[in-house]
């Protein structure tokens, strides 16, 4: 499908969308062709159809192309012939998506989504992808899915208070088999459950009632003549009908959407529906996203207030600088490292000095990190700690990062972190810490500035 880029009215509606999603207030849905892997042939498609077509695999179904792409056709079929049942449908489903998240190969799109700033992800497949390039990256979210088997409308979170990313599944989580709806039976219980009486079995208010608070909504790779999601998104909206902007990106190898179908959605929902495939969107709403303001995402964009050197053993732990700098690249400072030392005399010399220009120095602890020969700053360790003077303008601030014995003149500064002094990766709030530790920074930085 060619990209019109080029017409004006869409170079705007690029940088009208690029700018709700910078600003945190844009709601991404992921429909089951948004998530795509690579299969045995190569080429990238949805997980949802390797599923359907694993499962017709398995159960010798002699399948047309197209019906061995929708899972929910291939489960119901198999639930007519008694070939299988809920549970065991449920349970065969889970087991794919294990085996696929420890070793599928994504298609790309998924994680430059993800590097964007959606404050909600709505996820109508059972996968966990996203959750997992969060954790990659160490980005805080809260994860909820919605139990097909036993529902619940708690939804602990609240938006004005918490700002970490909110991921959401729609249809069930893989890892609760009992929570997946896959057969067209399950769709419409599933239907009659949300849109019924019972409390409890909606899905939470706290959740559709944020909608009205993040106007622009992205649908990508949905099959909107699927006759379930038409009363899946009434209900979505039902309390924010009017004030919302959606837009759907079809993938490129689905069929277009009929023209009474975008007439319905249209008329209902006021969703527009551009001539561009999803893949193209991505690509040129990344561009748009990366040319405001001038500035890459995720980098800061404040001239350097600060200095902030960083000790570390460049060799043994260079994954652990590698996870956080991430995170420390979008503060308003200039990141230093032992490498800028190499070629400037005497080590010992360059590090005193750069003691005494850099307002932070953060020592990343680990057993290596005390090893003399890879790291020239164990020497200055008891010069550095006292150093440690955070009101006169010198934070030294030591992270644990990996499992050590805590001694010696950093283990005593109640700069130490995480507060806890277990090891800051492998924790199951290990993306917490590293936001509180970079907001704690970053305040910090900001403070210099006004003193």
Known sequence: ?????????????????????????????????????????????????????????????????????????????????????????????????????????????????????????????????????????????????????????????????????????????????????????????YIKKIVGEQQNERLPDGLTNAFKDFRHHLFLGFDFDEWALRLLLDTLYKNVRDNIQ??????????????????????????QFPGVDMETFVQNL?????????????????????????LYNETADKDGFDQLHKHLRALPAQIVTLAEGIGQGDMQTWLRQMLQECQVVLPLLSADFYDPASNPAVSLLAEIAQRNNPRKGCLVMPILIKNVALDGPLASLATLRPPNRLPLFGQESEAQFISDTVDSLKKYIDNLSRS
């Open 1 to 189: 499908m060619a990209d019109d880029k080029s017409h004006p009215v869409t170079a705007e509606l690029y940088q009208s969308i690029a700018r709700k999603v910078k600003d945190g207030a844009c709601v991404l849905f992921l429909g089951a062709g948004a998530v795509m892997a690579k299969g045995e042939d190569n080429q990238f498609a949805p997980l949802t159809t390797l599923c359907a077509k694993h499962l017709a695999k398995k159960y010798q179904l002699a399948l047309s192309e197209e019906e061995a792409r929708s899972l929910s056709y291939v489960c119901s079929l198999l639930r007519v012939r008694n070939l299988s049942t809920d549970n065991v449908l449920q349970e065969d489903v889970a087991a794919f998506y294990a085996e696929m998240a420890d070793k599928c190969e994504l298609h790309p799109i998924l994680e430059q989504l993800c590097d964007l700033r959606f404050r909600i992800i709505i996820n109508a497949a059972p996968d966990n992808f996203v959750a997992q390039l969060y954790d990659q990256v160490a980005q805080p979210y809260f994860s909820d899915f919605y139990n097909f088997y036993k529902p619940a409308s708690g939804f602990n979170f609240e938006f004005e208070k918490d700002h970490r990313l909110v991921v959401y599944n729609l249809l069930g989580f893989y890892k609760k088999p009992e929570s997946l709806v896959l057969t067209y039976k399950q769709q419409l219980n």
């Open 246 to 271: 959606p837009y759907a990106y079809p993938t490129k190898t689905e069929e277009p959407t009929e023209s009474d179908t975008k007439v319905f959605f249209q008329g209902e929902f006021g969703m």
């Open 286 to 310: 990344i561009q748009h996203y990366q040319s405001l303001d001038g500035a890459a995402a995720g980098v800061s964009t404040e001239a350097p207030k600060a200095k902030i050197l960083v």
